[in-house]
């Protein structure tokens, strides 16, 4: 049979406390370590996160700056395009006013019906096929304000696409 002793006991017990002081300094060390890498790997993917967020948000702003800019030179263009094309249109008028003047001139001055008939028939005419010249002419302009006024902001939508479809960055 074994006998303990209390020499024995107290060595036993001393034993068990030093390995359990050990198991407990082992884990405390461990545990510090593990926290200290999970939180490196935190502080990284916080300032990789974040840095990523300032790039989109930069991005963003120099988006939404050229979309202004793009708008801009937009407004500018339809500005200048209504501007040409009421100046065509009074230009029109003008001419057109001139010419009915002128040919009221010439109807009063008529001397038979026939003359008359003629002179009405000549400026009828003249001036469907002015304005359907001038119609023509008009919308060509306008087509050609249109194209060009709504370039900047195409070119826009495309980039600000571009821009926004690309995937952020792992």
Known sequence: ?????????????????????GLVKAGQEQTVKQFEQTATAAKEQFEKTAAQLLKSYEDLQATSKANVEALIASSTIAAKGAEDLGREVVAYGQSALDKSITTGKALLAAKTLQEVVELQNDFLKSSFDAMLAETGRLQELTTKVTNEALAPLNARVTATVETFSKPIAA
Request: hydrophobic share 35%.
């Open 1 to 21: 049979m074994n006998q303990f002793t209390p020499k024995s006991i107290e060595t036993v017990a001393a034993q068990a406390k030093e390995q359990y002081e």
